[in-house]
């Protein structure tokens, strides 16, 4: 496949129907997600609108086509938690092997240094080297696996937990920056410019 126009941007409404056709094979065919149940349409509308009040959710355009996105999310509801995050990455098996995943990660470590972020986390179904290989190559260290945690598709499957710290940790942070708050920025553009030059054709 030629690419002609690659494009990373932030995800909008209009963008909700084609990524959820984007995410349901993977709920359906895949323990990549320990979703059962395919989300409907505005289930969908509000889990991404409920992320986007404070985090990047970014989608990657490959000739005015979603090939994938990719989202933060908080890491838990207690205050202590604000300044961490989890990731979550999903790319059409079709565009794989475009570094769409690296530009994607890239582009959201970026960001949340930016918005005043300091821990991302994210966990991996085992196995899954793609998934693995992507976070060592950006410098995340395993933490622990949760054992037969997840139950799908009659067998039980284990859970690989990643850590990369993205800024040095000092006394009394200050609460992180929406992304509405930096979305406007010379930085943001700079950010979102050097992560579709990674994506290759």
Known sequence: MKIETKKIRIATERDC???LQIYIPFVTDTTITFECNVPTL???QI???TIQENLPWL????NDTIAGYAYASSFKEREAYDW???????INPEYQGKKIGTAFYYSLIELLKLQGFYNVYAGVT???LKSENLHQSFGFKTIGVYQNVGY?????HDVKCYSLAIKEHIQSPVNPKTINEIINTE???????KAEQMIIG
Do not use: G, H, L
């Open 42 to 44: 505005k289930e969908f």
């Open 84 to 90: 961490s995050v989890d990731f979550s990455v999903y």
């Open 59 to 62: 989608v990657c355009e490959i």
């Open 126 to 128: 085992t196995p899954n």
């Open 47 to 49: 889990r991404m609108a």
């Open 17 to 19: 129907a084609p990524i």
């Open 187 to 193: 930085e943001f553009n700079k950010i979102i410019q």
């Open 152 to 156: 799908k598709f009659d067998a039980w």
